[in-house]
C-alpha cells in the first residue's frame, strides 16, 4: 500500500539553527500538509499545499517556518533559527480529492521528532 | 471555543468487551469526520471515515454520525489488548475545506 514517507525520523539541532524537515507523499495525492505534535498534547496543524502554493495555514505557522515542493516528489518544512519551543514530531500527511464535498482522509507519515537543545 | 471536544480518558474495558468513544464538534457546516488511533510515540493511522448520518460498521469498528446534535463516536466491538491507544476524533470544519483539526483524543485501555 502507497505510504508517507519522511525523512530523517529524528533530528537534534541547536538553537538558532535551521532545519529541514522532508517527506514524499502518496504519488498521486494533490494535498500536502504538516502538522507538528509536541508531547503530550494534541495534534496541531501547521500549514496546507496544494497546486504548487500554500491553501491554509494556522497561527503557529509564522515566518519562521516555510514549506517547498522542490521537485515533483519531496515536499519540505524549514524552520529558520529553531527555538526549543520548536521540539516535537512534526507529521506529513497527503489527501487526495474526492470530490466536491466529500474530503479524502489524510495519510500520515511517521513523523521526524526534532529536538531543540 | 473547542472545535473538536473529547474525553480524555482514561477508558478502560476489559477483553472481549465493547468500548465506547465519543466526539463532539463545534462546527455545523462540517461533512467530513474520521477517526484515527495513534500509539505512543507514532504517526495517526486512519481507521473510519464517516460522512452521512447514521452508523458505518468496518470490522469490528462502528462508527455513528448525527449532525443535528454534532455528534460522532466510535465502538469497537470484542476488544482487545492491542486495542489500546489513543483515538483521535478529527473533523474537516468547512463544508469544502481542507484541513483536518483534531481533538485532544481519548486514551483507551484493554485489560486482559
Known amino acids: 500500500e502507497p505510504e508517507v514517507t519522511q525523512t530523517p525520523s529524528h533530528q537534534v539541532t541547536q538553537m538558532g539553527q535551521e532545519v529541514i524537515l522532508r517527506c514524499v507523499p502518496i504519488s498521486n495525492h494533490l494535498y500536502f500538509y504538516w502538522y507538528r505534535q509536541i508531547l503530550g498534547q494534541k495534534v496541531e496543524f501547521l500549514v496546507s499545499f496544494y497546486n504548487n502554493e500554500i491553501s491554509e495555514k494556522s497561527e503557529i505557522f509564522d515566518d519562521q517556518f516555510s514549506v517547498e515542493r522542490p521537485d515533483g516528489s519531496n515536499f519540505t518544512l524549514k524552520i529558520r533559527s529553531t527555538k526549543l519551543e520548536d521540539s516535537a514530531m512534526y507529521f506529513c500527511?497527503?489527501?487526495?480529492?474526492?470530490?466536491?464535498?466529500?474530503?479524502?482522509?489524510?495519510?500520515f507519515g511517521n513523523g521526524t521528532r526534532l529536538t531543540v537543545t | 471555543q473547542k472545535e473538536v471536544e473529547q474525553n480524555s480518558g482514561p477508558l478502560s474495558v476489559p477483553e472481549g468487551a465493547i468500548a465506547s468513544l465519543n466526539c463532539t464538534y463545534s462546527d455545523r457546516v462540517s461533512q467530513s469526520f474520521f477517526w484515527y488511533r495513534q500509539y505512543s510515540g507514532k504517526s495517526p493511522e486512519l481507521i473510519m471515515s464517516?460522512?452521512?448520518?447514521g452508523d458505518k460498521e468496518d470490522g469490528r469498528f462502528t462508527a455513528q454520525l448525527n449532525k443535528a446534535s454534532q455528534y460522532v463516536s466510535l465502538l469497537i466491538r470484542d476488544s482487545q489488548p492491542s486495542d489500546s491507544a489513543t483515538y483521535l476524533c478529527?473533523?474537516?470544519?468547512?463544508?469544502?475545506?481542507?484541513?483536518?483539526?483534531f481533538g485532544a483524543g481519548t486514551i483507551l485501555r484493554v485489560k486482559s
Open positions: 464517516i460522512y452521512s448520518n
Open positions: 500527511a497527503s489527501s487526495e480529492i474526492l470530490g466536491q464535498g466529500v474530503n479524502s482522509p489524510l495519510h
Open positions: 478529527a473533523v474537516i470544519p468547512l463544508e469544502y475545506g481542507n484541513k483536518l483539526v
